[in-house]
C-alpha cells in the first residue's frame, strides 16, 4: 500500500489507501471541530472564512485562517522534500516512514490535546491537526500520482459527478469498453474514499466524545500499524529479490 507508486499500482491497493486514510482523516478533522470549532483539512472552507473576516476588518481572526492555510502548506511540503530525499536515495520504505513520522507527531499532538491548559488548547489542535493533514495528503497525492485524496472531498465529490455523467454516456453505448471499466474504476476509489472520510468522521466524533485526546493517540497507533506494514514488505520485497 505504502511502497508502489504512479502506474505501478493497481485499483485493489489504491482503494486500501484511501480507505485506510481519509477514515483517519476524516476521524481527526471532524473530532477537532467537534472539540473546538476549527476545521483543520477543509482549506477551502478556511480561505473562505480568511476572506469574510478580511472583509468584515476582523485582521486577528483572519490571520489565525491564514496562519492555518499556511501550515497545511507547510506539511505538504516537509512530506515533499522528506519524499524527494528518499527517492534519490532509492529508500524504498520513504512514504512508510513519512507516515511513521506523522504518527510520532501526532501522539505528541494527542498528548498535548488531553494536557495543555485549554487557552492553548484550541491553536495547537488545530494548527498541529492542519500540519499533519498537509503531510499526509501529500504522501497520498504523491504515491498515487493524484488518483488518491485523503482529506479533499470537495475534489472528490466533483469526481464522483463527472464519472456519474460518464456512466450516462456508457448507458447508452457511446464509450468504449474500456473506458467503461476505467470508469467504474475511478467511481469506486471515489464513492469509497468519501464514505470512508464520512464514516470515520462520524466514528471520530463519537470517541472523541468519551475519550478526548486519547482518539489521536489511538489515530497514532492505527498510522504506526500502516508504516510498519509498508517497510515490512519493502523488507520482504529485498530479500527474496522481488
Not at 471499466?181 to 470517541?207: C, E, P, W
Request: charged content about 15%.
Amino acid at each position: 500500500m505504502l511502497i508502489r507508486q504512479g502506474v505501478d499500482r493497481d485499483e485493489r491497493i489504491d482503494r486500501r489507501l484511501a480507505m485506510s486514510l481519509a477514515g483517519i482523516a476524516g476521524a481527526l478533522n471532524a473530532a477537532a471541530f467537534y472539540a473546538v470549532g476549527f476545521f483543520a483539512a477543509n482549506m477551502t472552507g478556511n480561505v473562505s472564512l480568511l476572506s469574510d473576516h478580511i472583509a468584515l476588518g476582523d485582521w486577528i481572526s483572519g490571520f489565525f485562517y491564514l496562519f492555518v492555510v499556511l501550515v497545511f502548506i507547510l506539511g505538504a511540503v516537509v512530506s515533499t522534500v522528506a519524499i524527494d530525499a528518499g527517492r534519490s536515495r532509492h529508500l524504498g520504505a520513504i512514504y512508510a516512514y513519512c507516515i511513521l513520522a506523522e504518527a510520532f507527531l501526532l501522539a505528541l499532538l494527542g498528548a498535548a490535546d488531553l494536557w495543555l491548559l485549554s487557552t492553548l488548547r484550541a491553536p495547537v489542535l488545530v494548527l498541529g491537526l492542519a500540519f499533519l493533514m498537509g503531510l499526509q495528503n501529500a504522501v497520498v497525492t504523491r504515491i498515487s500520482d493524484a488518483r488518491v485524496r485523503a482529506t479533499h472531498v470537495s475534489g472528490m465529490a466533483t469526481d464522483i459527478g463527472i464519472e456519474l455523467g460518464m456512466a450516462l454516456d456508457i448507458a447508452r453505448g457511446r464509450v468504449h469498453d474500456a473506458e467503461a471499466a476505467q470508469n467504474r474504476s475511478k467511481l469506486l476509489l471515489h464513492v469509497y474514499t468519501v464514505l470512508a472520510f464520512l464514516i470515520g468522521g462520524v466514528a471520530g466524533v463519537l470517541v472523541y466524545r468519551i475519550t478526548g485526546g486519547w482518539l489521536l493517540i489511538a489515530a497514532a497507533a492505527l498510522l504506526v500499524a500502516i508504516a510498519f506494514s509498508g517497510i515490512a514488505d519493502v523488507r520482504r520485497q529485498r530479500r527474496t529479490g522481488n
